[in-house]
C-alpha cells in the first residue's frame, strides 16, 4: 500500500532554517507527482510546492514561499525534500507529503503522509 513517511521539522527561530523530508513506498515514486502541503489547526490545507514527475520535472511554489523555499526529490531514494529558509512566524504549521498524478499541468493528489510539525518561534 501507498505510505509516506514525513521526517524532519521541529521548532526554530524566526530567520533560521528547516528542513522536512517524505519518504515514499508503495507506488512509481518517479512518475508520481510530488508536494507539499501545510495546516494550522482551524485552518484549510494550504498547498506549498510541488516537484513534477520524471517526465515533468517542474517545481511550483505558493507566492508566500517563493524566493525562500526549496523543494527537490531523489527518485533513487523515493524521498522528497522541502529546504525552508528566512523562516517566518507564519510558516508555523503541520506539514504533510502528497502523491498523486500529473493530469495535464495539474497534479492531483490521492495520498497524504501523517503530517510532521514545524514551529517558528520570535
Known amino acids: 500500500q501507498v505510505q509516506l513517511v514525513e521526517s524532519g521539522g521541529g521548532s526554530v527561530q524566526a530567520g533560521g532554517s528547516a528542513n522536512v523530508s517524505c519518504l515514499a513506498s508503495g507506488f512509481t515514486y518517479s512518475a508520481a507527482c510530488m508536494g507539499w502541503f501545510r495546516q494550522i489547526p482551524g485552518k484549510e490545507r494550504e498547498w506549498v510546492a510541488t516537484?513534477?514527475?520524471?517526465?515533468?520535472?517542474?517545481?511550483t511554489f505558493v507566492d508566500s514561499v517563493k524566493g525562500r523555499f526549496a523543494i527537490s526529490r531523489d527518485n533513487a531514494k523515493n524521498t522528497l525534500y522541502l529546504f525552508m529558509n528566512s523562516l517566518k512566524l507564519e510558516d508555523t504549521a503541520m506539514y504533510y507529503c502528497?502523491?498523486?498524478?500529473?493530469?495535464?499541468?495539474?497534479?492531483?493528489?490521492?495520498?497524504w503522509g501523517q503530517g510532521t510539525q514545524v514551529t517558528v518561534s520570535s
Open positions: 502528497a502523491a498523486g498524478s500529473l493530469l495535464g499541468s495539474t497534479c492531483r493528489y490521492n495520498y
Open positions: 516537484a513534477g514527475p520524471y517526465y515533468s520535472p517542474d517545481t
